[in-house]
C-alpha cells in the first residue's frame, strides 16, 4: 500500500471539454440525424395574390445537380397571409444549399353527392398550375443561405 496523496484525475478538463465540443457538433440533444439548419421562410404569390389555402404544400428537394446531396426534403405549409416557414423532419429551417422548390394546393373537397351509382365522388381541384406539383417542371428553384437577401425564398407562382 502507498501513502502517497490521492491526487485527482489531471484528464478531467480535457474530457469534459472533448464531450463538450462533441455534444456541440452533434446538435446537443437533436436526434433527427439533419444537422446545421437555417431559417427559411417566404410568401407564396399566384399572380401576385397570397396563396393562403390550408391545404398549400411547400416542399424543398435537394438539387444533387448544383451540390445538394442531402436525404431531407424539408417542407412547410402557409398562414393566413401566405407565408411559409420550413421544417426539415422536426427542426426548423432547412440545410443550407440548392433545392427545387414544389407547391401544391388545392382547395376544400365538395361535398359527397348521395350515394347512388351514377354519382361519384367530385375530386378537388388544384389551386395552382400542375406544372409547380413537380420538380422536373416547376422551374423554381433557391439556394438556402445563412444570410438570404429580404424575399430570397418567396415564391411568385403564375397561372
Not at 348521395?114 to 423554381?140: C, D, F, I, N
Request: with cysteine; glycine share 10%; hydrophobic share 35%.
Amino acid at each position: 500500500m502507498s501513502n502517497a496523496p490521492a491526487r485527482p484525475f489531471r484528464g478531467l478538463p480535457l474530457l469534459l471539454s472533448a464531450l463538450l465540443f462533441g455534444c456541440l457538433a452533434s446538435g446537443c440533444g437533436d436526434d433527427s440525424g439533419v444537422g446545421w439548419t437555417v431559417p427559411v421562410a417566404g410568401k407564396v404569390t399566384i399572380d401576385n395574390v397570397p396563396l393562403t389555402a390550408k391545404s398549400t404544400v411547400v416542399l424543398f428537394k435537394p438539387d444533387a445537380s448544383k451540390g445538394n446531396s442531402s436525404p431531407f426534403q424539408p417542407t412547410g405549409t402557409v398562414d393566413a397571409d401566405g407565408t411559409y416557414t420550413l421544417k426539415t423532419k422536426s427542426k426548423k429551417g432547412a440545410p443550407p444549399g440548392w433545392y427545387k422548390v414544389v407547391v401544391t394546393a388545392r382547395e376544400d373537397a365538395p361535398p359527397l353527392p348521395p350515394k347512388t351509382p351514377q354519382h361519384r365522388r367530385p375530386a378537388a381541384m388544384s389551386l395552382v398550375p400542375a406544372k409547380y406539383g413537380q420538380e422536373k417542371t416547376s422551374g423554381l428553384s433557391i439556394e438556402v443561405v445563412e444570410n438570404p437577401a429580404p424575399g430570397a425564398y418567396d415564391l411568385k407562382l403564375t397561372k
